[in-house]
Nanobody
Framework: VQLQASGGGLVQAGDSLRLSCAAS????????VGWFRQAPGKEREFVAV????????SYLDSVKGRFTISRDNAKDTVYLQMNSLQPEDTGVYYC?????????????????WGQGTQVTVSS
C-alpha cells in the first residue's frame, strides 16, 4: 500500500490550498482516510477524517468551518480543502488509511501513512 500526498506549498494568511492523497491499487476501498499534521517541535495532531464511503466526517475544532475533507472513491483519492489558512496551520500534513471504515481521531487507528506534504502559511 502506498499513499502519495501532494498539494502543499507556501501561502499567505487567508489563502487556500487543496491537498490530495492518492492511494495505490484500491487501498482506500472500505477504509476511512484521515489527515494529520505536525508543526516544528510539536506532536503530530489529528486534522480531519472521512469514513468509507464518505458519509461521515470529523474535524479538529480549530479547523472546523475552514477545512473540508472529501473523497473520490472512483479515483481512490482523498482531498483536504483548506481555506482561510492561518500561520498556526503550518506544518507537514500526512494522510493515513484507517484500519476500518469508521472515523477516528486516534493515530493508532491508522495503518498506512503517506510521506507528508509541507504547508507553510506566512502572516
Amino acid at each position: 500500500v502506498q499513499l502519495q500526498a501532494s498539494g502543499g506549498g507556501l501561502v499567505q494568511a487567508g489563502d487556500s490550498l487543496r491537498l490530495s492523497c492518492a492511494a495505490s491499487g484500491g487501498a482506500f476501498s472500505y477504509h476511512a482516510v484521515g489527515w494529520f499534521r505536525q508543526a516544528p517541535g510539536k506532536e503530530r495532531e489529528f486534522v480531519a477524517v472521512i469514513s468509507w464511503p464518505g458519509s461521515r466526517t470529523s474535524y479538529l475544532d480549530s479547523v472546523k468551518g475552514r477545512f473540508t475533507i472529501s473523497r473520490d472513491n472512483a479515483k481512490d483519492t482523498v482531498y483536504l480543502q483548506m481555506n482561510s489558512l492561518q500561520p498556526e496551520d503550518t506544518g507537514v500534513y500526512y494522510c493515513a488509511r484507517g484500519r476500518s471504515s469508521a472515523v477516528s481521531q486516534s493515530a493508532s487507528e491508522y495503518d498506512y501513512w503517506g510521506q507528508g506534504t509541507q504547508v507553510t502559511v506566512s502572516s
